[in-house]
């Protein structure tokens, strides 16, 4: 069984980094406009058994069960990697196989993206034939990691924040498990200091962020 797990923080502490330029009302509806664009995007993709959202926040755990997605409640903020450990736990005793996380805050992200990491993660399984391999998608300083699925789901443990990339990787070396980092463009926009809202007005897609981000009053970047 192959599912798309989307990891997003409680709405009220979500995008701390953006407070030198958003209220914290607007960094609330900017999170969740990011979070729609993720979930939209992750509905659509093709060949997956399920999509699911963990949080502990009431609103997007609507918004996911709305979507038709698997909401699985932490209950309180837990941290990303304690909150993705605790779904994948929940999904691996349905019946998961190879999870593809991704982060809230990637609005860019399309369908075809997360296809694309699917595809190279089943390349990988077929070319090593153990069962057992990691496809990483980084964001675009090379230092986070913005998607990565795992066969099994929990394979390796999910190491985000800092310098996440090379943390995974170190856990794929440790465990012997074969891996792959795939370059995408889309996904790699994670949109966290204020120069990323820049780079999303001019080359992002995502529709709710993009319509968020014009109501607000920015500066000109």
């Given at each position: ?113 997360i ?21 990483l ?32 990787l ?20 994670d ?31």
């Amino acid at each position: 069984m192959r599912v798309v797990l989307i990891a997003a923080k409680e709405l009220a502490v979500a995008k701390t980094r953006l407070r030198v330029a958003l209220a914290a009302s607007d960094r609330i509806e900017l999170a969740r406009a990011m979070f729609c664009d993720v979930l939209q995007a992750s509905t659509e993709v093709r060949g997956v058994d399920h999509v699911a959202v963990v949080s502990s926040d009431r609103d997007l755990l609507r918004r996911a069960q709305a979507a038709g997605a698997i909401a699985i409640d932490e209950e309180f903020p837990r941290g990303l990697n304690a909150a993705v450990r605790l779904a994948t736990g929940a999904l691996i005793a349905e019946g998961a196989s190879s999870v593809c996380t991704l982060l809230s805050d990637i609005p860019c992200v399309m369908a075809a993206d997360i296809e694309q990491l699917f595809a190279v993660h089943e390349r990988l399984l077929g070319s090593v034939g153990a069962g057992r391999a990691v496809a990483l998608a980084p964001s675009h300083d090379l230092t986070g990691t913005n998607m990565i699925v795992r066969a099994p789901a929990d394979v390796v443990p999910i190491r985000f924040g800092s310098q996440s990339l090379a943390r995974h990787l170190e856990e794929c070396r440790a465990a012997g498990v074969r891996c792959e980092i795939v370059q995408m463009a889309r996904p790699a926009l994670d949109l966290d200091l204020v120069e990323d809202l820049g780079k999303f007005v001019r080359f992002g897609n995502g529709a709710h962020t993009r319509n968020q981000l014009a109501r607000l009053a920015l500066p000109q970047f």
